[in-house]
Nanobody, 112 residues
Framework: QVRIVESGGGFVQSGSSLRLSCIFSEFTFSGYAMNWYRQSSGKQRELVASISMSGTPYYIDSVKGRFTISRDNVNNTVYLQMDSLRPEDTAVYYC??????WGQGIQVTVSS
């Protein structure tokens, strides 16, 4: 059974950084693209960033230049480095594999 553990969220001030991690177990990690989504209160869940099997990243416009997605295929981990955080980045962040396994979600709160 696939096991997914997210970590790294928290409460920070505007302009700060956080790094989210998502570790997959019992899963062929290297065979899938990986994604980070977020959902703010009262809003639909949105894709934030993706990384292909070969490591090519994609970002939505609002996080370009501030967030960096990366993956470690040896340790079955996908990361989201978030710099220059803004209050509008406040959300629950979820990792998702390319074949639709979701992490449990982790809260990121950015104060102004």
């Amino acid at each position: 059974q696939v096991r997914i553990v997210e970590s790294g969220g928290g409460f920070v001030q505007s302009g700060s950084s956080l790094r989210l991690s998502c570790i997959f177990s019992e899963f062929t990690f290297s065979g899938y693209a990986m994604n980070w989504y977020r959902q703010s209160s009262g809003k639909q869940r949105e894709l934030v960033a993706s990384i292909s099997m070969s490591g090519t990243p994609y970002y939505i416009d609002s996080v370009k230049g501030r967030f960096t997605i990366s993956r470690d295929n040896v340790n079955n981990t996908v990361y989201l480095q978030m710099d220059s955080l803004r209050p509008e980045d406040t959300a629950v962040y979820y990792c998702k594999s390319g074949n639709d396994y979701w992490g449990q979600g982790i809260q990121v709160t950015v104060s102004s």
